[in-house]
């Protein structure tokens, strides 16, 4: 089994700065990919940002220039930082994992999301 700690959502205004992060931890051999998507209300799940073993990032056209995703791999944790937030970053955030577990099979897992609103 494999746990998602997430944590660093809440209230900013716009123009501010918020820092996401998700530890994994468990039965976890590899980690391959390491992402954040969000859900605003009525709308569908969307990839925010992604990283992968190796280090090649992934950005929706949204957050690129603002959001910037990084990892520690000694700790198996990934991060968002958020800055220039605008009222349309409003959303849960999800943190996503793709990993090989202890028996040599890719899994995908997620995290129970965080809410992140932007209003002044």
């Known amino acids: 089994q494999v746990q998602l700690v997430e944590s660093g959502g809440g209230l900013a205004q716009p123009g501010g700065s918020l820092r996401l992060s998700c530890a994994a931890s468990?039965?976890?051999?590899?980690?391959?990919?390491m992402g954040w998507y969000r859900q605003a209300p009525g709308k569908e799940r969307e990839l925010v940002a992604s990283i992968i073993r190796g280090g090649r990032t992934n950005y929706a056209d949204s957050v690129k220039g603002r959001f910037t995703i990084s990892s520690d791999n000694a700790k198996n944790t990934v991060y968002l930082q958020m800055d220039s937030l605008k009222p349309e970053d409003t959303a849960v955030y999800y943190c996503?994992?793709?990993?090989?577990?202890?028996?040599?099979?890719?899994?995908?897992?997620w995290g129970q999301g965080t809410q992140v609103t932007v209003s002044s």
């Open positions: 468990g039965r976890i051999f590899i980690l391959n990919a």
């Open positions: 996503n994992v793709v990993y090989v577990d202890d028996g040599r099979y890719e899994r995908v897992y």
